[in-house]
Nanobody, 115 residues
Framework: QVQFVESGGGLVQPGGSLKLACSAS????????MGWYRQAPGKLREVVAT???????TYADPVRGRFTISRDNAKMTVSLHMNKLNAGDTAVYYC?????????WGQGTQVTVSP
């Protein structure tokens, strides 16, 4: 059974930082590109960052230069280090393969940026 478990979210002030973590199971992790996604209230889920099997990242324009995605194949984990957070980053953050497995979204982790 494919499962993604996200953690590390919370409430942070504008300009602050958070590090999200995702643990994967039930997939051949080391041969899959992975991604972080987010869904803000009233908006569609969107891709935030992806990382391929070679460790090469891609970033959505709103987060480029502020977020860093990384992976640990041995631990089957993918992380998202977020800096200079702003209100526009408030959302539920999810990890999944890239492209995502539609039936395997986890619960996500809430990130709220507020004074």
């Amino acid at each position: 059974q494919v499962q993604f478990v996200e953690s590390g979210g919370g409430l942070v002030q504008p300009g602050g930082s958070l590090k999200l973590a995702c643990s994967a199971s039930g997939i051949s992790f080391n041969i899959r590109s992975m991604g972080w996604y987010r869904q803000a209230p009233g908006k569609l889920r969107e891709v935030v960052a992806t990382i391929n099997t070679g460790g090469d990242p891609t970033y959505a324009d709103p987060v480029r230069g502020r977020f860093t995605i990384s992976r640990d194949n041995a631990k089957m984990t993918v992380s998202l280090h977020m800096n200079k957070l702003n209100a526009g980053d408030t959302a539920v953050y999810y990890c999944n393969q890239s492209p995502p497995i539609a039936s395997s979204w986890g619960q996500g982790t809430q990130v709220t940026v507020s004074p």
